[in-house]
């Protein structure tokens, strides 16, 4: 019993172990990850990477990726192959790591590349051991074996070519066939790296030369974008190994690159004895560079700090700087030149300049004149260029850029200094500045420039001009009025420039014609930082300004002498109209009583008089305003007036017509350029009381200038003229500058109203032209109006509709009903009774919102409306434009205190102008209502 009992414990406690082993094994298992797969390519370069004789990867670079896969849990497997067709597996991402290889600008664009070097190889020349070649002059014209394609051979072709030297290439793809071509005197020497150089030459008892050349860094690289955490693992592991000299690194290069070809091997027999004596002086040599160590340290120490303190200055100048070699590659550069291309020194660094900067469209092929430049800088001479520059980030700068030598004192000029200074704020600068100058040299108004002290410091041409002096001769003497024909004290002016930093002055002065000009004389100070440094001084002739302040004054007193007279003629023709429509009632129920007859027609006498003052009022009133015009020859109208102005005049007065020729039409108001003529020849009648001459001549006339005391707002162009002299009394020289204006008369009171030529110069201002008048006393005058050739000036457009009026039958207006809206309680009252008495049916309003109504409850028994143009709350083309939405075939007259102008954007309306009579009102009415092509328009 107690042995099965044993035999169960012992069973028990094998699964139980079974059981705890398997977890341990399992945790062990889950706690590190299985070693990651790595792709390593390997080629021929012993002893740095190569296949050895068992067929396995050996070297230094597999020692280091040995050594970093066991601490990064890498497995890796290697790729045997040719050097270009790893680098074609690399660039399509079928091998992950490359060890030793060369960055270069091209292998960029599909490698990335490892931050931290591992290795920096040379190339050299291995030459037989009895060879005399010492430098590399002396290859000239012999045969040297090159590796295709391989970066150490392809410098070694470059320095030959810059060195002039030529030789025959002979290419291979192995490095044992290149020293086998050496050895055979096929070829007088080989160039290859010196790790596998130094490696193979011993092999095949060649010896290393003295010509060494081109520094090469190596890395490891991945494919473009692909691995980056290899490159960081080897970045980390080397990085930390360089800089302990106990590290593994130093122990495998000590493995593999610690022996060199033995002297033994390849030094003559001679040479022996001279290597012991030169061991013995060495103990001499040791004791002096003892001595100089200190002098060395120190000297160093001081070129370490200059070396700074020369890096700072590079670093911080303002100007764009960088070293280049001599094909034009960026070996160092400054921040603000880094700054300008938006880049960082990884991203330039052995990039050609020419590819970083190009020249704008204007500049020309600017790559390949710096690029002929860097090429021409020589050990004693500079290189200067301009050019505007156009960064690959689309920055645009003007530079001036200067090429200097760098040299050292082993091979004579090592490589070129560029340095660009930015000169765009500069050229910007200057331009303006031209601008400015240019600008002012222009000017028409004078320009001087003077110090504090008033030394004229410039005066541009027009103040040449002004004072008859040359800018020398003024220029460093003191500022005086009397240059500019003004005596003036300008002591006044300096003085008021210190206290108040600005200053102005009006004065005359009188142009070598003899005329007296106005200058106004602007200065104000110059200020550098608070404190007056110079003082401008502006002088301008404005005259002409001042006329035509003096013109628009005018102008604008006419405007408001047209609006009064306008209202009062709007008011006046109210009352005229009760007075003329009543007396004609009166005349028609007393036309049997002879003596109320008699007075009935004083009455109306003077209403007509009054009404035609009115009608003076009204045309100076309009003068802006547009009228029914024509196209017409100026002659067609001057001729029939001429005739009858003569059976006017008086036999005392002889009046000569001589029309020219040929004169193109002018657009015009026959009647209006009749009131002009009439105006003018009436007052040249009255000049002459004891008799004399007028002459009246048409002529055309070109202006190239329209000066300003004619008229202004005149264009230059062809006028029509119209000249009328007298040989009467003349008038005085301080009435011909008011003769035009309104109320303004030198006629005994009675004789004249001073509307006449007031009118004249508003219908010539209406008509685009202008109005001349010479005269002196005792020698007559002579007025010339000027209208513009048709089309050449703006004209007066639109006319208003005239209608024929035939006789009234009142018989015809019987049954038709009409709507009469007028405010005035008189006038209306008036023309309803002319309408009642002439058989209409009279519906009445009172104000424009009273029309509408009464118009919208009666709208289908209407037949006319009569409107008046001014009511109040709604106007009558308020009322007009109702009434021709609602009823567009209803007939509508309007009735105005004002002229027609006022109706005048309202095409198509029909018009009676108050005062009127009976017979004007019924005729009016009859043509309207019996007219068949009636159309009301909205206006």
Known sequence: MAAAQSGVWRKFSTLISAIFFATVLLLLLAGKPLPRPVKVGVFSLPPLIFQNE??????????????????????????????????????????????CIMYSHERNVFFDFSRQSTLTLWGQLFLPLDSSVKKIEDLAGKTIALKKDEQNCLNFTTLASERGIGFTPFYYTQDEDGMKSVRNGKCAAVVASQGAGYVLAKKYKLKPSQVVFSPSPQFFAVSR???????????????????????FYYESLQRWLGRRLSPEEYIPAWLAPVIFVLMGTGLGVILLMVLLRYQVRHKTAELQDRNARLQLLFDESIHYICELDRQGRIQQINHDFLKFLKKSFEQVDGVKLVELIFASPDTGNMSSRLTAAIGNVSYDGNEVMEADLVTCNGDRASVVISLKPISDSIDGMSAVLCEMQDVSASRKATAERELLFAAIEQFQDAVVVTATDGAVEYVNAAYEKMSAMTREEMTGKRFHFSQCAHELDERL??????????????????????TVATLLCRACAIEKAGEASHYVIIMRDVSKEEEMERRLRQSQKFDAIGQLAGGIAHDFNNLLQVVIGFTGILKKKEADNAANMALLNNI?????????????????SNYRKTSEQQRINVNLIVGPFVDMFRQVAGENITIQYDPA???PQIDCDVGQIEQVMMNICVNARDAMPEGGTLTIQTALKRFQEIPPELFYRIQPGEFVEMKFADTGIGIEKDHVEHIFEPFYTTKDIGKGTGLGLANVYAIIRKHGGFIRVESLPGQGAVFMVYLPVAGSQAAMSGTLEGIALPPPVKSEFSGHTVLLCEDEDSVRELGAMILTDAGFK???????????????????MLDLVLLDAVMPKKSGREVYRFISEKAPDMPVIFISGYSDYMLQDTPGVHVITKPYDEATLLTRIGAVLRSKDFRSHVP
């Open 604 to 620: 109306v006498e003077a209403a007509e008089r009054g009404r035609n003052l009115v009608r003076q009022l009204m045309t100076f």
């Open 842 to 860: 009279v519906l009445e309003a009172v104000d424009g919102e009273d029309s509408i109504q009464v118009f919208m409850e009666n709208r289908t």
């Open 225 to 247: 974008g692909r691995n980056p955490d290899l490159l960081e693992a080897v970045d980390r592991y080397i990085g930390d190994w360089i800089i302990r000299p106990d590290s």
């Open 661 to 663: 020729a040929e004169l």
């Open 493 to 514: 002016m300096f003085q008021a420039l210190e206290e108040q930093k600005e200053w102005s002055f009006k004065f005359p002065v009188r142009r070598d014609s003899g």
């Open 54 to 99: 068992s067929g396995r990867a050996d070297g230094f670079y597999v020692d280091l990726v040995k050594h970093i896969a066991e601490e990064e849990n890498w497995r890796p497997e290697y790729v045997f192959a040719s050097w270009p067709e790893l680098l074609e597996l690399l660039r399509r991402g079928e091998i992950d790591l490359l060890p």
